[in-house]
């Protein structure tokens, strides 16, 4: 029996797993929709991982990543629980060991961090708004009438693409609108929104700070071509996009949590555990909390939320 | 007997001390409004305008809690400390949008030093009000200045203590008014606490040497607080690991200096920007990826 460990990133928009072995080898990885609900969707992940993984292996270690890593941890009994940005940063340097900035777009937050000599010298992620963001592109795809998956092909057919406000995205949609009122081609529009996605990338979270290639670029956002086009256009230098770059924040959850382990043997068994949340507002006091409590079959094991510390 | 109403808020978070201790001697009763919590925030914002900063808008609701639990509500106008020392437009304005907003008995001083309005005609201005005498007042504000001095220089040398230690530091870049508010700044002031971390607060350092040190980012810093808190900064900057910016959303002054010095650095650091009814999760995977930052927690 060899050993593997179980990386989850759980995100606002999709849910990533994978299984890695000793040596950083995935053995076993997926990909679906979170579609708001986290707990449902790390279920049907784990039995996806179970079916694709090889016989001979026995994990030793779970981590999580992602907004929903608490929850998530808890219901897995993780032995490691991290923020995105250790996660990414840990998971893109086992694989470009010499990476000096990652630039990561995913569905509600868009981060970059910045490495010298394989530790995180700085990272910046965005403040107050989700503006080029993936939840961006994919409302503007629907409104344009085409899957998100295509926005990239369509993109790269463009010559002249339009300008669009990038600095706030109910501007850049006010913009797009009469844009194609006006009549400007299809492709132009969605060329100038991919644009104005790097460029507002890079004056809202990448401002100020010094992008050194080499430069790895990931999340969900890394696999439209259009947009990867316009940051090596803006950057003036060559941008990776890994095959895997959509699993790197897994990965190292996977590998944070081989750096953690304690010798025990987990069970990827979701099926017999009864797994409920329920949210109420504790009304003690004026501060009003809003809680969130939750039951593994049926016993309340944590609550969160409360700013007094009363539960 | 009268009640003077001090809205904690603001002005509280630089006078308070000075103003407890000032009314004790006098022998003048007075409230402090409770911590900010949900239900003063919400009726801060009910009741002013919607370009005004979170803090001023939870100034208001400290006010607005008040008014009718007092006879007069302490608000003082504050609005320079001699030239290229100006304070924000919220501390120039606040008497008189307070004034103008709530139907409350305003006590109220200047502080103005292009016009010679100093804090101490101030206090025997509020004092004559009250109906003191001039001996009395003076004995009070003499007492207080004392009190306020001595606690002044003692947080001084508890930072400075802290400034030495071995443990990872962070500086906390942020007026007092939103470190130190149960809403706006505590949590995280909190969470950092419960990871073991020191933190230095810019607000705790001695003002002639911050203002003059500030010079080292730029000449032309206008606002009196920001020359200190970047100044504070300067000061401390090969002894800390990290800086921490909290902005309270949409602040003026902070947009300015704190960008100017997050350019100017070369050490790590994280910027929160906060606005009303904002969950914990968002600023708690940021401190907490930060502290994996300064520690080199993050490193295969």
Avoid at chain 1, 135 to 150: H, N, P, T
Avoid at chain 2, 49 to 70: I, T
Wanted: one cysteine or more.
């Amino acid at each position: 029996m060899r050993d593997c460990y179980l990386g989850v990133d759980i995100g606002s928009i999709s849910t990533k797993g994978v299984i890695i072995d000793d040596r950083n080898k995935i053995i076993s990885s997926a990909y679906i929709w979170t579609e708001g609900n986290p707990i449902e969707a790390v279920r049907k992940l784990i039995n996806i991982l179970k079916k694709r993984m090889p016989r001979g292996y026995k994990v030793k270690g779970i981590g999580t990543t992602g907004s929903a890593r608490k929850l998530i941890g808890l219901m897995l009994g993780a032995n490691s629980v991290k923020n995105e940005i250790t996660a990414h940063a840990v998971g893109t340097m086992a694989f470009h060991p010499d990476v000096r900035t990652i630039l990561e777009i995913g569905g509600q937050d868009s981060k970059i961090i910045l490495i010298k000599n394989g530790i995180i010298t700085n990272y910046a992620m965005n403040t107050l708004c989700a503006a080029g963001t993936g939840a961006f592109l994919s409302s503007q795809a629907k409104r344009l009438g085409i899957d998100v998956e295509d926005f990239g092909e369509f993109a790269l057919k463009s010559k002249n693409p339009v300008k669009i406000a990038a600095r706030c995205t109910v501007f850049a949609e006010s913009d797009l609108v009469h844009k194609a009122q006006v009549g400007y081609p299809k492709e132009d529009i969605i060329a100038g929104l991919c644009k104005s996605v790097v460029i507002n990338y890079l004056n809202n979270v990448g401002k100020g700070k010094k992008i050194e290639s080499p430069i790895v670029f990931q999340g969900g956002v890394s696999k439209n071509v259009g947009v990867i086009k316009y940051f090596k256009e803006v950057l003036g230098c060559d941008v990776i996009v890994d095959d895997n770059g959509h699993l790197m924040g897994a990965i190292g959850a996977a590998i944070l949590s081989r750096k953690n382990k304690t010798g025990e043997e987990y069970e990827l068994q979701t099926k017999n555990i009864k797994f409920e949340t329920k949210g109420f507002e504790c009304g003690g006091c004026a501060n009003n909390c809003e809680l969130l409590r939750i039951y593994k079959n049926g016993k309340l094991i944590d609550s969160w939320g409360s700013k007094c510390g009363k539960y | 007997m009268d009640k003077v109403g001090i809205p904690r808020g603001l002005f509280y978070y630089y006078y308070g001390d000075l103003w407890k201790c000032f009314f004790d001697k006098l022998g003048v009763s007075y409230i402090v409004s409770p911590n900010t919590n949900k239900e003063i925030m919400d009726r801060g914002i009910k009741v002013s305008n919607d370009e005004m900063c979170l803090s001023f808008k939870v100034f208001l609701g400290h006010v607005d809690y008040l008014k009718d639990k007092c006879d007069y509500i302490l608000v003082p106008r504050i609005s320079n400390f001699g030239i290229s020392n100006q304070t924000c437009t919220n501390f120039l304005g606040a008497y008189d949008i307070v004034n103008n907003l709530f139907d409350v008995n305003v006590l109220n001083y200047n502080i103005d030093l292009d016009k010679r309005e100093t804090l101490k005609k101030g206090l025997f201005k509020i004092g004559r009000e009250l109906g003191k005498s001039f001996l009395d007042i003076k004995f009070a504000y003499l007492y207080a200045m004392d009190k306020y001095k001595e606690k002044v220089k003692k947080d001084i040398e508890i930072n400075m203590e802290r400034l030495n230690s071995k443990n990872t530091k962070i500086l906390i870049v942020s007026h007092p008014y939103n470190t130190y508010d149960n809403l706006i700044g505590m949590d995280i002031v909190k969470y950092l606490n419960s990871q073991n971390v020191d933190i230095i607060y810019c607000d705790k350092f001695d003002d002639s040497i911050t203002s003059k040190l500030s010079k080292k980012i730029s000449h032309d810093l206008y606002f009196k607080y920001s020359k200190n808190n970047l100044g504070a900064a300067i000061y401390s900057l090969d002894k800390i690991d990290g800086i921490l910016f909290i902005s309270s959303f949409p602040c003026g002054p902070d947009s300015l200096a704190n960008e100017l010095l997050m350019r100017k650095i070369k050490k790590p650091y994280v910027n929160l920007i906060i606005d009303g009814d904002m969950s914990f999760t968002g600023i708690e995977t940021r401190l907490e990826s930060f502290l994996d930052v300064i520690r080199r927690n993050a490193c295969v």
